[in-house]
């Protein structure tokens, strides 16, 4: 039953139009996926069930048997991710989190292969992956082959029983739901944090306690369907700083490009040229998306002729650019809070990426101003944007706005505070 319902999530979220679109746009730059797909849509089905059946089978592999006896067990493979736990952890205390850890050493454990056996035996994982090659395309497939060996390995695991809780900053990667419904198969309780605000639709939230950093991202999941457990707004993390819009008025600003996941590589250099036109400026600073798989590597290449523009690979924190910047240009990208958080103006131009318009409801919920063209630019137009209730309306994705100018640590004292109640 657990296992079906954690299928189901993943089909629904691997189907959608945009992550097929990401997954197309990343096996076209990418030599190995492009090749392992050709093959798979070129072969008899027994074939592409013992290639989705090896993808599964890592997952098994890679993990670790859970040794630890804190409270909570993590699971985690993104930095973002182990941000958020190491955030957690700062306001709990040590020794309460420990990490699904993974390792390929794995490979040469004897005894998983044994594991693995016995599970093809019984006849319902074959039956299962027969089906998911049948009714669904590579990208479904695999990713729910990961899910159902990352749960099969976690299920069969004797947990130390101070162990209570799983925790986790997804609701549809195969290592989390996993992890989660393993522990709700052993009568666990489920923790969930986001990372970053999400889109609309995504899968129906069933954990136990959820921590969202604003009314709108509980709004998000309630328009789902009823949230399950129980929620705890938390506001975003960082310091607030109140914005700044002096430096809409300076000659010669910088102005920055954050570029989100898909980016339209074909019209960026023309809004490069644009920026340098409307804004009579030589600073424009470009920040990549963190992904560096999905980078267009003939586009940044261009980028890096263009005299007057300072790239930034995001190694570092975005708060480093943001400083740095008077004002941000950017596409369909959480990024927008975080930037408006720091104190600095954002924009939402036409073009920027390929995902589809207004994707996070920002424009329509007020928080951002967006324009069809950047020659529209007018400086009256965005100051009078940012002002009146506009603080009001942010607050809604921010429950910590603009609080944290009188409490700093708002975010990490209603984090302990929830953890504090979780844990009694």
Known sequence: MHLFRALKIVIYKDSNSFRQYVFNELSSRNTKISLVLGVYNNVPS??????????????????????????IISSSIYKNEKRKF??????????QISPLSFSWLGVLNFSLYIKVLGFLLEGKLLRILCKLVRKHDFLVACRASSLIFYYLRIVQMELNPKVAYSLVSSDS????????????????????ITHGHLPEAPPRNFFDFSFFDGEAMADVYKRMGEIKGKYFLIGAEGSYNPLDLSGLKKENKCIGIFLSLVTDWSSLGLLV??????FKTDRILVRLHPNEIIRDKKGVKFLETIP????S?????AIDDIKSCDLIITGNSSVHLTI??????????????AVPHDFYRFVEKGIIPYLEDLSFYRLDDMLQFYSGSWTKKFEYFDSSYPYNSVNKDYSKESIAKAFKEILS
């Open 173 to 192: 990667n195969p290592y989390a739901l996993g992890t989660s419904f393993a522990f709700l198969k052993k009568n666990l309780k489920t923790i969930y």
């Open 308 to 311: 007057n523009v300072t790239i």
């Open 313 to 317: 690979t995001a190694e570092t924190l």
């Open 273 to 278: 040229g644009q920026v340098s036109e409307v």
């Open 46 to 71: 027994f074939i592409k069930v013992a290639m989705v059946f090896i993808y599964g089978l890592k997952s098994f592999l890679v993990t670790k048997e859970i040794k630890e006896s804190t409270p």
């Open 86 to 95: 190491a955030l957690i952890e700062s306001c709990i205390g040590p020794k």
């Open 340 to 353: 408006l958080k720091y104190g600095k103006p954002t924009l939402y131009v036409k073009g920027v990426d």
